[in-house]
């Protein structure tokens, strides 16, 4: 019932930002987390943020002190702020919904492409 609707990846040079962000429909319970993954070319998918309803965060090594995720509850809608990019931060971003009584069922977005030029 829910679909998630990514926006704001782009081109910019290695040191710029980015912030992306994902704008949910449907119903966003307390108990659910809001996360961000990413997968470049060659590699898996990873984890690179999370955030719960109530603003507590998670972030991939890699990431930390460089990207801020938020969110606005009231908007269903949460954000992934990259400062100091890298070109190695350059993937295919995707938002996601973690959900359900067993946190163990997810929804995700289409993708947006985040490239970071040397």
């Known amino acids: 019932q829910v679909q998630l609707v990514e926006s704001g990846g782009g081109l910019v040079q290695a040191g710029g930002s980015l912030r992306l962000s994902c704008a949910a429909s449907g119903t966003i319970f307390s108990r659910d987390t809001m996360g961000w993954y990413r997968q470049a070319p060659g590699k898996l998918r990873e984890l690179v943020a999370t955030i719960t309803t109530g603003g507590s965060t998670n972030y991939a090594d890699s990431v930390k002190d460089r990207f801020t995720i938020s969110r606005d509850n009231a908007k269903k809608t949460w954000y992934l702020q990259m400062n100091s990019l890298k070109p190695e931060d350059t993937a295919v971003y995707y938002c996601?919904?973690?959900?359900?009584?067993?946190?163990?069922?997810?929804?995700w977005g289409q993708g947006t492409q985040v490239t970071v030029s040397s």
């Open positions: 996601n919904l973690r959900y359900g009584s067993s946190g163990n069922s997810y929804y």
